[in-house]
């Protein structure tokens, strides 16, 4: 970070979120507008996270841009429109006077790595962008409500700005001013609560979520239902947050996930994120919830077959071992394992 050696670099990382009440549907491509309120948990940092460095050189010729090591292009318009916003804030915080600010005329180097397998529907793209809004920002030294130019980048990124319980509110605004997200409770909040992530499959999904969404919104005639019902499950389970009514919180869970799989499996061509794997995990943690005679574990799937269980702390140790028993990790993987032990790993 030092201007006289003529290079800005900043690093930073962003967390993973998981949305229990789904974000699907846009009614504004160009500015990443819902046609729904969301809701997540942020995950922890630790063990689930994009990584991204920003550099700007007025020796760099071009933008130029790395995911996982391998350069991409810099002609998306997503991240041309997060660049492009952020940039705009720096210009109104100098008053518009861009000649005295080399800082705006120099090119960038974006470097980003996740440290779990991307496109497999686990949230990449939303720690990714909420990773480059936050690290452009502290580049170009603005502050503003960054939710909003995550947003730019991919809709779901704007709610891994903040950690613990964070609500997508879709706004009403047609310029999209105030489609933010805002924190409903911290990290600190709930803190037995666990999540469980089963990767069913690392392989790239077969429909993008983009697109997927643009689909279902074209064709499903069930979409304009769950459109319907989306604002009272948001306010159901923001209070059963609040109140840490994991019950409350595991059926409305469920019931979401489950409407967002009917109305891609409404759309015309069908879209099938969950496979036969992904299903038996549905049917086990019903069983296992109906021989506690208690809602103890939900699950939630995104644009993938891959599962997330959320449950208490004290069912961990139960619900792993059962996962384990149903679910034992096949020979390859074994291999992979013992082979990983063997051979010295960075
Ligand atoms: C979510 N998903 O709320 C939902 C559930 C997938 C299923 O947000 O087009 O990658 O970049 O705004 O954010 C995935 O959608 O889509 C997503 P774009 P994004 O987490």
Request: hydrophobic content about 35%; some cysteine.
């Amino acid at each position: 970070d030092n201007m006289e050696d003529n290079i800005k670099c900043v690093t930073c990382t962003a967390p993973v979120n998981i949305a229990v009440i789904k974000y699907w549907g846009k009614r504004d491509e160009e500015l990443v507008l819902p046609v729904n309120s969301s809701v997540s948990v942020t995950l922890d940092q630790a063990q689930l996270r994009a990584k991204t460095t920003v550099m700007a050189s007025p020796s760099f010729p071009n933008d130029r841009m790395w995911l996982n090591g391998k350069e991409q292009s810099m002609d998306s318009k997503r991240i041309q429109n997060l660049l492009n916003e952020i940039k705009q804030w720096r210009k109104e915080k100098h008053n518009g006077d861009t000649c005295t600010d080399g800082l705006l005329m120099w090119k960038v180097h974006i470097c980003s790595e996740n440290n779990f397998p991307t496109a497999a529907g686990l949230a990449s793209s939303a720690a990714g962008y909420a990773c480059l809004a936050y690290s452009l920002a502290k580049l170009y030294n603005v502050e503003g409500d960054l939710s909003a130019i995550a947003r730019r980048g991919s809709g779901s990124a704007c709610r891994s700005m903040y950690g613990g319980f964070v609500e997508w509110d879709m706004g009403s605004q047609e310029d999209g001013s105030d489609s933010v997200s805002r924190q409903i409770a911290s990290e600190n909040h709930w803190p037995e609560l666990r999540v469980l992530l089963l990767v069913v499959s690392d392989q790239q999904k077969s429909m993008g979520s983009t697109e997927g969404m643009q689909a279902t919104l074209k064709t499903s005639q069930l979409m304009d239902r769950r459109i319907q019902c989306v604002p009272e499950s948001v306010e159901k389970i923001k209070e059963a947050i609040l109140k840490k009514d994991f019950k409350t919180f595991a059926e409305i869970t469920m019931k979401d996930s489950n409407q967002f799989h009917a109305v891609c499996l409404d759309s015309c061509p069908p879209i099938f994120y969950l496979t036969d794997v992904s299903k038996q995990i549905i049917q086990l943690v019903h069983a296992f919830n109906s021989s506690c005679g208690i809602t103890k574990v939900a699950y939630t799937f995104d644009a993938g077959p891959n599962a997330c269980l959320y449950l208490l702390e004290e069912d961990v140790g139960r619900v792993l071992s059962l996962i384990c028993h149903f679910f034992p990790p096949d020979k390859d993987d074994l291999n992979t394992f013992v082979q990983g032990l063997q051979t010295p790993s960075i």
